[in-house]
């Protein structure tokens, strides 16, 4: 699978690809006017977390998964970043859970394991793919844009 589909694949220091055709989509309750919770600062950080969190932004800055907000242009909803070490790798996150209370719930149900299983129960291969990112290699709708925004003490993303 690997040597069919080499050209999907970032090897080395080849820049990372984004995952086309899924472009991830929210349905958020815009009826509601947003209110100032939603416009919130960044989180405070020790000088080793600033440092980490100018590496992870630089790296997406250089990807191009993000693009730095200007000075003139409207910001309504800032998500500060939320940063995790996890055996010694750090990661950078959103926290987007004021939006939560905006969010249309999903009307389909979630698969029960059983059921999943049993579809896997006569697979000769089982795959796991994983993006390096994870999702900032994802698509986003462009009316989404303006809500994924991030905001960390050297500026709005």
Not at 84 to 91: E, F, I, L, P, Y
Request: hydrophobic content about 35%; some cysteine; overall charge positive.
């Amino acid at each position: 699978m690997l040597r069919k589909n080499g050209p999907a694949f970032a090897i080395g220091e080849e820049p990372l690809g984004k995952i086309k055709g899924h472009d991830i989509e929210l349905y958020l309750d815009v009826e509601r006017p947003y209110p100032p919770i939603l416009r919130r600062p960044p989180y405070p950080a020790s000088l080793e977390s600033r440092k980490e969190i100018e590496k992870h932004i630089n790296e997406l800055l250089d990807m191009d998964f993000i693009r730095k907000i200007g000075h003139n242009e409207m910001v309504e909803i800032t998500t500060p970043v939320q940063f995790t070490w996890n055996d010694g790798k750090s990661r950078l996150c959103g926290d987007f859970r004021a939006l939560n209370n905006y969010k249309k719930a999903d009307r389909y149900p979630i698969p029960r394991i059983p059921h999943a299983l049993d579809k896997l129960a006569k697979a000769k291969y089982i795959k796991k793919m994983d993006c390096m990112k994870g999702f900032h290699q994802n698509g986003v709708k462009p009316k989404l844009m303006k809500l994924l925004r991030i905001i960390c003490h050297i500026g709005i993303y």
